[in-house]
């Protein structure tokens, strides 16, 4: 069965450096989210993505976050200048035609800042 | 405003007891979208289920059952002769009609421990 692929797993980062992080969705999919858990807490949202432009942010989605999809595979998150509260477990979505399907979750990258 | 509650945050049971997990959500639109993901210990988000605000019959499988009432906005889970397998953090989520990106509104979830 066709998953959604995150990498790298894990990704420890000195505080004010820049990290991407990488996500094949789905391939016929349209639509791809963003979603953070900071340990122990709930899943939350920070951006959706559909026809090459954002299509919603959350407020936790700031000037230091931007996403991408540079070529048809990959969709990616960076942030700019890391903090120690970024700290937390980034998951990748991706749909067909939301909500009618659900939305498929990668294994998540644990982002650490040190 | 949008909101998803699960007030219990974690439940143990023993073997082969039978489970029911609690979500009440909040939603201003009439269209809507209910979801339950498992977490499992290694991390991943799992998709178990999908309901729409139409579509309030129960649903069955296997172990896994689902109970919709729209009057209580309450949509609860429920794992019958659970197993050790089955413990999990479990999300209960809900995605708005009128919502143009469709993204997933969490609650807290609940954390099962299902003990031999």
């Known amino acids: 069965e066709p998953e959604v692929t995150q990498t790298p797993s894990h990704q420890v980062t000195q505080m004010g450096q820049e990290v991407i992080l990488r996500c094949v969705p789905i391939s016929n999919h349209l639509y791809f989210y963003w979603y953070r858990q900071i340990l122990g807490q709930k899943v939350e949202f920070l951006v959706s993505?559909?026809?090459?432009?954002?299509?919603?942010k959350s407020e936790i989605f700031d000037d230091q976050f931007s996403v991408e999809r540079p070529d048809g595979s990959n969709f990616t998150l960076k942030i700019r200048s890391t903090k120690l509260e970024d700290s937390a477990m980034y998951f990748c979505?991706?749909?067909?035609?939301?909500?009618?399907?659900?939305?498929?979750f990668g294994d998540g990258t644990r982002l650490s800042i040190l | 405003a949008q909101k998803v509650t699960q007030a219990q945050t974690e439940i143990s049971v023993v073997e082969k007891e039978d489970v029911t997990l609690d979500c009440v959500y909040e939603t201003r639109d009439t269209t809507y979208y209910l979801f339950w993901y498992k977490q499992p210990p290694s991390g991943e988000l799992v998709f178990l289920i999908r309901r729409n605000s139409f579509d309030e019959q129960n649903e069955i499988s296997g172990r896994y059952s689902w109970n919709f009432q729209k009057s209580t906005s309450s949509f609860n889970f429920t794992i019958t002769a659970s197993q050790v397998v089955d413990s999990a953090v479990y999300f209960c989520?809900?995605?708005?009609?009128?919502?143009?990106?469709?993204?997933?509104?969490f609650g807290s979830g609940t954390r099962l421990l299902v003990r031999p």
């Open positions: 993505f559909y026809n090459n432009e954002i299509s919603e």
């Open positions: 989520a809900l995605s708005e009609g009128m919502d143009s990106s469709y993204k997933l509104i």
């Open positions: 979505a991706s749909s067909e035609i939301p909500p009618y399907q659900p939305q498929h």
